[in-house]
T-cell receptor, first 110, second 116 residues
Framework: LAKTTQPISMDSYEGQEVNITCSHN???????ITWYQQFPSQGPRFIIQ???TKVTNEVASLFIPADRKSSTLSLPRVSLSDTAVYYC???????????FGAGTTVTVRA | GAGVSQSPRYKVAKRGQDVALRCDPI?????LFWYQQALGQGPEFLTY????????KSGLPSDRFFAERPEGSVSTLKIQRTQQEDSAVYLC??????????????FGEGSRLTVL
């Protein structure tokens, strides 16, 4: 599994855009990049997944440069309810052993 | 049900007791996973079922941990002779994909085990 590195924590304010960058220098050709979100006392929840370039859904955008050695999760106009731990995962599409790491704790303040 | 259901949500056990944690996956989901999450850490893989077959149990920390899914739906994680280091949240997840869960894992709220 490709090792990932992401910041331990980030602070933001309501209405701002939050960008979390994940480094994965040894990503393999068949690896996908997936982000999960976890609120306290809940299980992780899938946010977004991509392979290259840009992916956008109703929750977030995922930017992946051409070399795929990093990726950035962008959360537009965050609210207090976006306070959570965000995990970057890298692995092949048929991988079932998700490796979460410690994640990034995002705290949104009023 | 609409989502993955786990019970009990909270369990306190005395050291040495046996515990059983139940997971009711999303109806029709073929794949089922158990993860262990220690305080302040990300979830770590324990075991994986495809229908009733346990295809991977490499993450189980010791032979005191046992998981089953006899009819390919509900699963039980059993921990024998619990130790304090077993204290954690045990998460169950299910997926409709056969061995291709990336991006499609649905987690329950977890069972928090505290061993005194």
């Amino acid at each position: 599994l490709a090792k990932t590195t992401q910041p331990i924590s980030m602070d933001s304010y309501e209405g701002q855009e939050v960008n979390i960058t994940c480094s994965h220098n040894n990503i393999a050709t068949n690896d996908y990049i997936t982000w999960y979100q976890q609120f306290p006392s809940q299980g992780p929840r899938f946010i977004i997944q991509g392979y290259k370039t840009k992916v956008t859904n109703e929750v977030a955008s995922l930017f992946i440069p051409a070399d795929r050695k990093s990726s950035t999760l962008s959360l537009p106009r965050v609210s207090l309810s976006d306070t959570a731990v965000y995990y970057c995962l890298v692995g092949p599409a048929n991988d079932y052993k998700l490796s979460f790491g410690a994640g990034t704790t995002v705290t949104v303040r009023a | 049900g609409a989502g993955v259901s786990q019970s009990p949500r909270y369990k306190v056990a005395k050291r040495g007791q046996d515990v059983a944690l139940r997971c009711d996956p999303i109806s029709g989901h073929v794949s089922l996973f158990w993860y262990q999450q220690a305080l302040g850490q990300g979830p770590e893989f324990l075991t994986y079922f495809q229908n009733e077959a346990q295809l991977d149990k490499s993450g189980l920390p010791s032979d005191r941990f046992f998981a089953e899914r006899p009819e390919g739906s509900v699963s039980t994680l059993k921990i024998q002779r619990t130790q304090q280091e077993d204290s954690a949240v045990y998460l169950c997840a299910s997926s409709s994909s056969r061995g291709s869960p990336t991006g499609e894992l649905f987690f329950g709220e977890g069972s928090r085990l505290t061993v005194l």
